[in-house]
């Protein structure tokens, strides 16, 4: 049976010019910095988030721990939204790795209250950790795809900044959010001293995120890559992907957020928990008991019947459109909820 993959973003396949171009990449050893497609993409990366510099990581993983290690001592403490990828997917690598301690602060949404981040700010005291670092995820996961209000963003960025506290971007699915609003990717990147964005997920290259900052973050966080074994030497056949994911693959994100739409708003007539407003990007979160169904099970009939989500909860399926999933996916992923409503 071939299934219809709505799982995840991560389950996209690189483009036949994404397969052409890796063949065909120029590449050196980029720990010497002498791979000239890891150079251009950095360029680009750099340019598009308005950014002093860029660095290629393997994983977004990597590239936001590098940033919390290079922001960061050990010892301090990290702000962040309480359902954030950092803290809730990240194998609690912020305290193995950089010794640092996690402060999350519930949001609505993946949306935190500038006045709850101003509270959670630790006052200097010689019992309490120092606060050098505040965490935002736009779009966030968790919060079905939520964009981040610019003024936010920046209330938040004003706040840490005027405390001495630094500011990294989980962007993710930062064109997301991009596509989504109108606002350009380097407009919420402004108000971050480090951003993490993947070019992976709906930009479809097969691997590969970018750490953009200044000049001295990069070259502060070169070392700590290469520490965590990011260094990778002739990685310009994994660059040529990026480079088309973020020259040819941006804009295609609204075919995404138009399929995730229509599935919000089908699902919802039918009586399933959905409210389509906040299908916003990509995500829909589904509340199946609200029809009196179980989470787990309705996985399973799903998949039965050729379609895969995930149990985002003991409540809430997660469905995610992406590159490779056609209007005809979605009318037929609209018909198994049916059928499974009507049984």
Same mark, same amino acid.
């Given at each position: 049976?071939?299934?219809?993959?709505?799982?995840?973003?991560?389950?996209?396949?690189?483009? *036949?010019?994404?397969?052409?171009?890796?063949?065909?990449?120029?590449?050196?050893?980029?720990?010497?910095?002498?791979?000239?497609? @890891?150079?251009?993409?950095?360029?680009?990366?750099? *340019?598009?988030? +308005?950014?002093?510099?860029?660095?290629? /990581?393997?994983?977004?993983?990597?590239?936001?721990?590098?940033?919390?290690?290079?922001?960061?001592?050990?010892?301090?403490?990290?702000?962040? *939204?309480? *359902?954030?990828?950092?803290?809730?997917?990240?194998?609690?690598?912020?305290?193995?790795?950089?010794?640092?301690?996690?402060?999350?602060?519930?949001?609505?949404? +993946?949306?935190?209250?500038?006045?709850?981040?101003?509270?959670? #700010?630790?006052?200097?005291?010689?019992?309490?950790?120092?606060?050098?670092?505040?965490?935002?995820?736009? $779009?966030?996961?968790? =919060? +079905?795809?939520?964009?981040?209000?610019?003024?936010?963003?920046?209330?938040?960025?004003? @706040?840490?900044?005027?405390?001495?506290?630094? /500011? !990294?971007?989980?962007?993710?699915? %930062?064109?997301?959010?991009? /596509?989504?609003?109108? @606002?350009?990717?380097?407009?919420?990147?402004?108000?971050?001293?480090?951003?993490?964005?993947?070019?992976?997920?709906?930009?479809?290259?097969?691997?590969?995120?970018?750490?953009?900052?200044?000049?001295?973050? %990069?070259?502060?966080?070169?070392?700590?890559?290469?520490?965590?074994?990011?260094?990778?030497?002739?990685?310009? #056949?994994?660059?040529?992907? =990026?480079?088309?994911?973020? $020259?040819?693959?941006?804009?295609?994100?609204?075919?995404?957020?138009?399929?995730? &739409?229509?599935? =919000?708003?089908?699902? !919802?007539?039918?009586?399933?928990?959905?409210?389509?407003?906040?299908?916003?990007?990509?995500?829909?979160?589904?509340?199946?008991?609200?029809?009196? &169904?179980?989470?787990?099970?309705?996985? &399973?009939?799903?998949?039965?019947?050729?379609?895969?989500?995930?149990?985002?909860?003991? &409540?809430?399926?997660?469905?995610?459109?992406?590159?490779?999933?056609?209007?005809?996916?979605? $009318?037929? $992923?609209?018909?198994?909820?049916?059928?499974?409503?009507?049984?």
């Amino acid at each position: 049976m071939a299934f219809i993959d709505l799982r995840s973003d991560t389950v996209t396949l690189p483009t *036949e010019e994404m397969r052409k171009a890796m063949a065909n990449a120029e590449v050196g050893d980029d720990v010497y910095g002498e791979d000239p497609t @890891i150079n251009r993409l950095e360029s680009l990366a750099a *340019e598009i988030m +308005g950014k002093e510099a860029a660095m290629f /990581v393997p994983s977004g993983t990597m590239g936001n721990q590098v940033s919390v290690m290079t922001h960061t001592r050990r010892g301090d403490e990290v702000i962040m *939204e309480a *359902e954030s990828h950092v803290y809730y997917y990240e194998v609690g690598a912020m305290a193995a790795l950089s010794g640092v301690q996690a402060r999350p602060v519930p949001g609505v949404r +993946g949306v935190m209250n500038p006045e709850d981040v101003k509270r959670a #700010i630790r006052e200097p005291n010689i019992h309490y950790p120092k606060t050098t670092l505040v965490v935002l995820e736009n $779009t966030h996961n968790r =919060g +079905g795809g939520k964009v981040l209000p610019l003024e936010n963003v920046k209330t938040i960025s004003e @706040i840490a900044h005027s405390n001495g506290i630094n /500011v !990294h971007m989980d962007g993710a699915r %930062i064109f997301n959010a991009q /596509v989504a609003s109108g @606002i350009p990717a380097k407009e919420y990147a402004q108000y971050a001293d480090s951003i993490m964005f993947c070019l992976s997920k709906g930009l479809s290259a097969p691997v590969g995120s970018m750490v953009a900052g200044s000049k001295d973050f %990069i070259e502060r966080a070169r070392k700590n890559r290469k520490m965590l074994g990011g260094g990778m030497r002739q990685a310009g #056949i994994l660059a040529a992907a =990026g480079i088309i994911a973020l $020259t040819k693959m941006v804009d295609r994100l609204q075919e995404d957020h138009d399929h995730a &739409k229509l599935l =919000g708003e089908k699902l !919802h007539e039918m009586g399933y928990g959905v409210n389509p407003e906040d299908v916003e990007t990509n995500m829909v979160v589904v509340d199946v008991t609200v029809v009196g &169904k179980d989470v787990h099970a309705m996985e &399973k009939e799903l998949k039965d019947r050729g379609i895969l989500a995930n149990a985002n909860s003991n &409540k809430t399926l997660r469905l995610v459109t992406h590159y490779g999933i056609t209007a005809e996916d979605i $009318t037929k $992923t609209i018909d198994a909820f049916n059928d499974i409503l009507r049984q």
